[in-house]
């Protein structure tokens, strides 16, 4: 019997901290920094120290990783390696294109925070083209048709993390001795998206108004639930799918506040967002909305994800600026003459709007979730919870006119403010 309790194990991993963990006989507990905790077996083999993985603790038992231990051992006694034998059973079984991406995404779901960001490409981009083919058939032209089918949809961003993929994919089957030669390898980013080049597009005030009036013009392109997701990142500036994807659970509309925990955050880090009185209303008319669904967006679709999609906002958006994937001809243009902007330059506007509200900089990177750098984010522990109140607050002043339609009296009652705006 080894040293571990179920309550020891639940109590190690709840804890979190990352470390190997012995439960004797060469059974380990794994806490990675990134990716979920799992079970592994330490032994030795001709003189070499060996690792085998078991499998992730949510899908083994403490009483089950023992017993898999103690049959590793008595293979180590026969004269059998484990981790060979492992390997000469994973390559009989990966065939396909499918077969090795299952098997490379359990690498992936323990050391990424996201692996489901390269599994929603490889389901999307890859598996419908290539996913049923044999290894050994995949050449370069299946991954340049894969590149160009995408990139050709408006999606360069994509495209590239896509070729990234498939060059990681490929190389893990070249480790498992699958394959000799990777079929992505001499591609690059000039073949897939093209270099991308960072951003810096925010709406002036001007545009705001301008844009949510269209929005309200074309309800028909954007429903009320994306026009009020819309308002929302404008006024917290947090990342759209930390939104879109959020529960009811993780508010608390009668003390104004949200508690966006650190597993959902991209940044890895949690983070209590106070809710100006705005923001309070069109999440009150969103739960009425959600018509008791868990999840503050819903799918309005028969999907299997539950919550909004992550692309809904981007092409209702596009849509209006008379573009539409896969769609000919093309819709009419009702944006005019505004600049093209993606969701995420909602969020940069929300920065823009927080510097001009004479919001200070530490402040404002807080408010939008930014590690404080230097010396300052290392000893700089506050929270800064007031100061966000009070600047997310003024944010929320400046557009609700525009978001609410009051456009016209606005700019008739603060022409200074609107001039300073626009400067920004």
């Known amino acids: 019997m080894g040293s571990f309790t ?88 990966i065939q396909s294109v499918q077969d090795l991406f299952d098997d490379w995404y359990q690498d ?100 705001i108004h301008k844009v949510f009036h269209v929005f309200r013009d074309n309800r028909d392109s954007l429903s009320r639930d994306n026009y009020l997701a819309c308002a929302l990142l404008l006024v917290l500036g947090v990342r759209k799918t930390e939104l879109t994807e959020a529960q009811w659970r993780e508010f608390d509309l009668e003390n104004h506040q949200w508690e966006l925990s650190g597993e959902r955050s991209k940044s890895g880090a949690g983070i209590v967002i106070p809710l100006p009185p705005q923001a309070v209303s069109w999440l009150e008319e969103l739960k009425i909305r959600a018509c008791g669904s868990p999840y503050v967006f819903p799918s309005r679709r028969s999907s299997k994800r539950p919550h909004m999609g992550k692309d809904t906002l981007n ?17 009419e243009n009702k944006m005019g003459d505004i600049a093209e902007f993606t969701v995420h330059d909602l969020r940069r506007t929300c920065r823009s709007l927080l510097a001009a509200a004479g919001v200070p900089g530490h402040v404002a990177e807080r408010c939008l979730n930014h590690k404080l750098k230097g010396i300052e984010g290392v000893y700089d522990r506050h929270d800064y919870f007031d100061e966000r109140k009070e600047a997310l607050t003024k944010v929320a002043a400046l557009v609700e006119p525009a978001i609410d339609g009051n456009s016209a009296e606005y700019f008739e009652a603060h022409p200074q403010t609107v001039t300073a705006l626009q400067l920004t």
């Open 108 to 207: 992936l779901e323990k050391r990424l925070k996201h692996p489901r960001i390269p599994k929603r490409i490889f389901e999307k981009e890859v598996a419908p083209s290539i996913g049923r083919q044999p290894l050994e058939s995949v050449t370069p032209m299946d991954v340049r048709d894969i590149l160009r089918k995408v990139a050709g949809s408006g999606r360069p961003a994509i495209a590239n993390d896509t070729l990234m993929y498939l060059k990681q994919l490929f190389n893990h089957a070249i480790k498992l001795g699958l394959l000799t030669y990777n079929p992505a390898a001499a591609f690059n980013v000039n073949d897939a998206g093209g270099i991308e080049k960072s951003r810096d597009r925010a709406l002036t005030l001007d545009e």
């Open 6 to 93: 179920v309550k020891k194990v639940q109590s190690l991993i709840k804890d979190g901290t990352p470390g190997r963990y012995s439960d004797g006989n060469g059974l380990y507990l794994m806490i990675p920094k990134k990716g979920a905790p799992y079970w592994m077996h330490r032994y030795t083999f001709s003189g070499k120290r060996r690792e085998l993985t078991l499998d992730k603790c949510t899908d083994l038992s403490l009483a089950q990783a023992r017993e898999q231990a103690v049959e590793a051992q008595k293979a180590i006694r026969s004269g059998v390696d484990p981790v060979e034998e492992r390997k000469r059973e994973e390559q009989a079984t």
């Open 315 to 331: 092409r209702a958006i596009s849509k209006l600026f008379g573009r539409e994937p896969g769609k000919k001809p093309q819709p």
